[in-house]
């Protein structure tokens, strides 16, 4: 019986805990390496091009029309916006053959 509780355990261990501990490093290595520059997404959604780098926060312009807001690091979902490239592109071919 106590063979079965230990290997229900470390089952446990391999399936649930040690990936969701990886995602989260992998994760806080990613927004202490933002810089300036850099296309992020953050959790709510806004796409933008970070300007500004504090301990705390990042400063990102997000269209055209230099519009910046300030963001806490811990809301940068993705760094790097390819699949929003994509669909620029898509966009601009889209109306270059109207």
Do not use: H
Not at 36 to 61: F, L, P
Not at 70 to 90: I, L, M, P
């Amino acid at each position: 019986m106590i063979i079965m509780v230990v290997l229900l355990i470390v089952v446990f261990y391999f399936m649930l805990i040690r990936p969701e501990n990886k995602k989260k490093k992998a994760a806080a290595k990613m927004r202490s390496e933002l810089a300036i520059g850099d296309q992020i997404t953050t959790i709510g959604g806004v796409v933008g091009t970070i300007c500004a780098v504090k301990e705390d926060t990042i400063v990102i312009e997000t269209s055209a029309d230099r519009v910046r807001m300030e963001f806490a690091k811990w809301a940068v979902s993705t760094k790097g916006t390819q699949a929003t490239e994509n669909t620029a592109a898509d966009v601009k071919d889209a109306k270059d053959k109207k």
